[in-house]
């Protein structure tokens, strides 16, 4: 299993497997993604900026990650530990409904942080919703220690504070 890439011809179905994550979310009270993110254009720009890849087995795909080094304007008030280090950050980090549960998400994590190595990057950063607990789980175990909490006021009331997380490569 490997990163790859997503080039126009993935923007069907990886559009099919976020929306099939925020409807697993949305079922289960987690109202982390909606349609302002990420939605159709995010996907079509992180396409063009080659920011997206997929994560596949044996050519069914299983998740989805886009890696790059934007972080969001609220991330400003986070007391960072690694400040003078190369951050690579990771957003929209997707594991399919169907595929839960078997290691995926461990194993894209991982992956995400090769690729970081592998590009000079020198610490991983990222944002997670505090109710997501398989995600805040997932993170936790790989040695991401959270720095800070930010208010996304974008987002539905009782979904808009997320923590932030970082962790040395």
Known sequence: MA????????????????????AHLNGRGIYQWNEAYPNRQTFIDSIAREELFLFNDREELVGAVMLNRVQAEEWKTVPW????????????????????????????????????????FTAMRLDAFPENAAAVSLYEKAGYRKRGAVTFGYKPPGHREYHCYEKLL
């Open 81 to 120: 530990q690694f400040t003078r280090e190369n951050p690579l950050v990771i957003h929209g980090l997707v594991i399919s409904p169907d595929a839960q549960g078997r290691g995926y998400g461990k194993k894209l994590l991982a992956l995400c942080e090769e690729y970081g190595r592998q590009n000079s």
């Open 3 to 22: 990163l790859e890439k997503a080039t126009p011809g993935d923007l069907e179905s990886v559009e099919s497997l976020y929306q099939s994550c925020i």
